[in-house]
């Protein structure tokens, strides 16, 4: 049995967005829980024993499913995972 989710990576306060220089043209600005938010989402497959299985990090602005087919590709195992994933047997 294996879970999937993500969670929001931010790098700068959003009134520093146009001055940001580090992550420029790796970072985008996304929609998340808590507001917009300029960064990364971290992607990961964890097992029942909370063992990471894959992870993965892609711009915000990237829908959760995008990454799915890639960190599942050698799952043989039940995969769970919120709204925004769809349930994989």
């Known amino acids: 049995m294996c879970f999937i989710d993500s969670t929001s990576i931010k790098v700068c306060h959003n009134s520093r967005i146009p001055r940001h220089k580090t992550f420029a ?3 985008e600005r996304s929609r998340g829980t ?8 971290l992607h990961i497959v ?8 894959a992870v993965k990090v892609t711009p915000a ?9 890639e960190l599942i590709q050698n799952l043989t195992d039940a995969l ?6 769809p349930v994989v047997s």
């Open 34 to 41: 808590m507001g917009w938010y300029f960064g990364f989402k």
């Open 80 to 85: 769970y995972g919120d709204n925004g994933i």
């Open 46 to 53: 964890i097992n029942h024993k909370g063992k990471i299985i």
């Open 25 to 27: 043209g790796m970072a």
């Open 61 to 69: 602005n990237k829908h959760d499913i995008a990454p799915v087919e």
